[in-house]
């Protein structure tokens, strides 16, 4: 088989994998939780810092080219409206809180944030796991083409990765709730998104970031 007639094959795979796991996702706020739950500390603080993650998110995925391949353009939009729902999601539980949506100490609800940091470089501007530094998205806004697929896949898969490292630390954290079940969820599909990225990546022929 051709080399791009390979790439569109996985393309389409990997497309697939995206929508099924998009399917089965469940819901952030599972019905039977009817009545307004009253949040702690660590609700509330992994609801304020993956709010401001997934808004970083967002932004890495309008600087994407344009112009870049279909393929890395949907997967963008995809992940970009996965990420507006629960950022609804998470403002609506912090309302519900009287709690602000912006937080005052990132990770300070985290019992274990330097295993959180092992996940992402010491950027002076990216307090979070996995974020990406005001340069990297200077940089992705100014990249074209194949390069810029290439470092959209990589910061996007290193946020991610960043992601799943605090929603871990919340499901370790919390005994139960809505909250809880949200991060786990988080785990979940976001996982098997880092899979498919990371396959399209080595596809288009760059390498994971250092973590």
Do not use: N
């Not at 998110?57 to 279909?70: F, K, S, V």
């Not at 100014?142 to 470092?151: F, H, Q, S, T, V």
């Not at 909250?179 to 599909?189: G, P």
Request: proline residues 7%; without cysteine.
């Amino acid at each position: 088989m051709p080399h791009a007639a390979r790439i569109a094959a996985f393309a389409s795979a990997a497309l697939m994998l995206l929508a099924i796991g998009a399917a089965l996702r469940p819901l952030a706020l599972p019905e039977k939780h009817t009545a307004a739950p009253v949040f702690d500390s660590v609700e509330i603080g992994f609801a304020q810092d993956m709010t401001a993650h997934h808004q970083q998110a967002l932004l890495m995925t309008q600087r994407l080219d344009p112009d870049a391949a279909p393929t890395v353009r949907r997967i963008a939009e995809q992940l970009a409206g996965t990420q507006r729902i629960e950022i609804g999601t998470m403002l609506g539980w912090l309302r519900l809180a009287d709690a602000s949506p912006l937080p005052s100490r990132p990770m300070a609800w985290m019992t274990d944030t330097a295993a959180a940091h092992r996940h992402s470089p010491h950027h002076p501007d990216a307090p979070m796991p996995g974020m990406a530094s005001t340069a990297e998205l200077d940089a992705l806004a100014a990249a074209r083409g194949r390069d810029a697929e290439i470092l959209f896949l990589q910061l996007m898969i290193r946020h991610h990765q960043g992601g799943i490292a605090m929603a871990m630390a919340a499901d370790r954290q919390l005994a139960d709730g809505p909250v809880k079940e949200a991060a786990r969820a988080m785990v979940q599909y976001q996982g098997q998104e880092v899979g498919v990225m990371s396959m399209l990546l080595t596809q288009l022929g760059g390498e994971l970031l250092p973590q």
